[in-house]
């Protein structure tokens, strides 16, 4: 005799489609608590080198990178590179030449112990983007109004994706793009140049990135 398949039934098909429905449940919260701690570790860093900024100015009466004693006061294992003291940091936040003082910023503040590492490289954030600091526009010898008409000392974050932007954005200040202490630049390559044009407004698409400037 032939021997009868038995199929299963529909209480065995519900535990199955039950127990399907956990695990993407499971893996579509995982991601979203990465995504929710991302927007932590973004909004942490800008406060953090912020933080930096201010300790160092208290201390010692310098604006970091522009410090024109950084030198003197640390002159081994290996010597610092002063700025000149006008009061302004030269250099792009994304610079890559070396004795920029946007780039001795971060020298500054990490041989002060205000923050960790050593050198002068800007720092990365979750997304592979760069950390960096601007005076206006960069140019030093017109220092004027930049990303949307932020002035004086900014910092830069790039690469943040439209999820942590608008996040970064609410919870730092207004939540718009073109206004407030917070804005962004809507790019699509890694660590561009601050064209000075904020975007209108953020857009959620899924696969929009900004570069997010704040006021220091």
């Known amino acids: 005799m032939r021997a009868t398949q038995r199929g299963f039934t529909l209480v065995e098909i519900a535990i199955v489609l039950v127990i399907i429905g956990l695990l993407l449940g499971g893996i579509l919260k995982g991601q979203e608590m990465i995504v929710q701690a991302k927007i ?16 160092y ?15 003197t006061r640390w002159a081994t294992p290996s010597a610092a590179d002063s700025g000149n003291g006008n009061g302004v940091v030269e ?38 983007g760069m950390i960096g600091v601007q005076t206006g526009d960069g140019t030093g010898t017109n220092p004027g109004p930049t990303l949307g008409g932020l002035t004086g000392l900014i ?19 207004d939540g718009r793009s ?5 804005r962004a630049q809507l790019h699509t390559g890694l660590n561009p140049n601050i064209t000075g044009t904020a975007a209108s407004d953020y857009q959620e698409t899924g696969t929009n990135s900004y570069t997010v400037c704040r006021t220091l």
């Open 40 to 55: 932590k570790n973004a909004i942490s860093e800008l406060s953090g080198a912020s933080a930096a900024y201010y300790g």
């Open 57 to 71: 100015r208290d201390r010692y009466r310098a604006i970091p990178g522009d410090d024109p004693n950084a030198a």
């Open 91 to 128: 250099g792009l936040y994304n610079s890559t030449t070396a004795g920029d003082e946007s780039r001795e910023w971060w020298d500054h503040l990490r041989r002060a112990g205000f923050i960790s590492g050593a050198g002068s490289q800007q720092p990365l954030n979750a997304f592979t």
């Open 155 to 173: 910092i830069c974050s790039s690469g943040l994706s439209d999820k942590v932007s608008i996040a970064l954005d609410s919870q730092m200040d």
């Open 178 to 182: 073109a206004a407030g202490t917070v």
